[in-house]
Each structure stands twice: as C-alpha cells, then as structure tokens.
T-cell receptor
Framework: GQNIDQPTEMTATEGAIVQINCTYQTSGFNGLFWYQQHAGEAPTFLSYNVLDGLEEKGRFSSFLSRSKGYSYLLLKELQMKDSASYLCAVRDSGGYQKVTFGIGTKLQVIP | SAVISQKPSRDICQRGTSLTIQCQVDSQVTMMFWYRQQPGQSLTLIATANQGSEATYESGFVIDKFPISRPNLTFSTLTVSNMSPEDSSIYLC?????????????FGPGTRLTVL
C-alpha cells in the first residue's frame, strides 16, 4: 500500500516562492503526480516525476528523490489565483497502476 | 490530453434511491478509474473499471453498493445504490495511461451528489 504525507495548510505572500513537501512510503513506485484543485472543481494535472531530479514548467517545478521517498512542488512568483489545494499522488507499479492521493495541502496566498 | 465528460454534473437525490453517473472519454484509454471526494477530504479510489470484465474494487467498496460498467474503451458508468446521506460526495472519473503509454492521469469534471 501507499502512505503519503503532506502539510495540510500553508500561507504565502503574493510574489513570493513557496515549497510544498510530500513524503511517501510505498510497496511499489511508478511515478509521482502533483495536482492543483480549486474549491468546487476537479483536480488539474500539474506535473509527473518518475525519475530523480527537478522538472520545471513555467512558474511550477517539481522535484523527486526516490531513495528518500520525497518530493516537493515549488511555486514561484505566487499569484492570488494560486490559492488552491495541492495534491501529491503516487502511482504504484502493479498491473492496474493505481494512483493514491495524499490529503492535499491547502495554500492560501495573501496580498 | 484526453477530454473527459461526466453526466450529470450534479444531482440531489432521496435516501434509498440509486443514481448512475456516466463518464465519456474522447479517445480510447486503457485504464479508467472512479474516485470519491467527500467534503474537505482528498480523493479515494473506489475501483478500477476494466473493459469487458468486472471492476476491481478497493478495500471498503463493494460491487453491490457501487456497480460499475465498462462496455468499451471510451465509456464507463458508476451507480451509487441505495443512497444514504453519507454518500454525499463528488464522484470523479479518471483515465490513466493511454494505449500509447502516456503517463499522465486526468480527471473528469466530477459529479456533485447530495443525498437528503
């Protein structure tokens, strides 16, 4: 099974940088996702890491260390619209490639 | 990326009734999943919808309560049976890697269910 931990809430200032951490313990690993979810909406895909290292995509970057069971999502130049929940999710290596989600980190961006 | 639609987008139902949610994808996909997101919670996988065979259910979910159909590679339904207020939730259809092996997993817009 999967065990995924991430902070439940964070607050950051508009224009700043924020790092949301995620640690996981898995029986099998085939990639880690980050999703953004605004209140009342479905999750939207942000990033997918399967190899160690940093993936950069505009203002968002995601890092993975498989040996440490650790990932982070880095958001730069924060905007008010970035206020949302950020979900860390891990795909297992079994035949169905099930994806298990963490509780999500609710980020509030303040002026 | 796959475009996923769900019907209905929301519904209010009476206790003891059943609701069938439809998920349609604009391309053939190998893996389809159904998730539930209860108020203030993260996503919980209900089952994997298998084309041409019975769905694979996660611990705590059973076929009698959540029957699933997957008649082809672009369509699936989830039925929430004999509903109670505890079933009030958002139900999300998700598609996983395509037959071409793309790694991303995408979600439909969700069905917001309220049971009175």
């Amino acid at each position: 099974g999967q065990n995924i931990d991430q902070p439940t809430e964070m607050t950051a200032t508009e224009g700043a940088i924020v790092q949301i951490n995620c640690t996981y313990q898995t029986s099998g690993f085939n990639g880690l996702f980050w999703y953004q979810q605004h209140a009342g909406e479905a999750p939207t895909f942000l990033s997918y890491n399967v190899l160690d290292g940093l993936e950069e995509k505009g203002r968002f970057s995601s890092f993975l260390s498989r040996s440490k069971g650790y990932s982070y999502l880095l958001l730069k130049e924060l905007q008010m619209k970035d206020s949302a929940s950020y979900l860390c999710a891990v795909r297992d290596s079994g035949g169905y490639q099930k994806v298990t989600f963490g509780i999500g980190t609710k980020l509030q961006v303040i002026p | 990326s796959a475009v996923i639609s769900q019907k209905p987008s929301r519904d209010i139902c009476q206790r003891g009734t059943s609701l069938t949610i439809q998920c349609q994808v604009d391309s053939q996909v190998t893996m389809m999943f159904w998730y539930r997101q209860q108020p203030g919670q993260s996503l919980t996988l209900i089952a994997t919808a298998n084309q041409g065979s019975e769905a694979t259910y996660e611990s705590g979910f059973v076929i009698d309560k959540f029957p699933i159909s997957r008649p082809n590679l672009t369509f699936s339904t989830l039925t929430v049976s004999n509903m109670s207020p505890e079933d009030s939730s958002i139900y999300l259809c998700s598609v996983g890697p395509s037959s071409g092996g793309a790694a991303k997993q995408f979600f439909g817009p969700g069905t917001r269910l309220t049971v009175l």
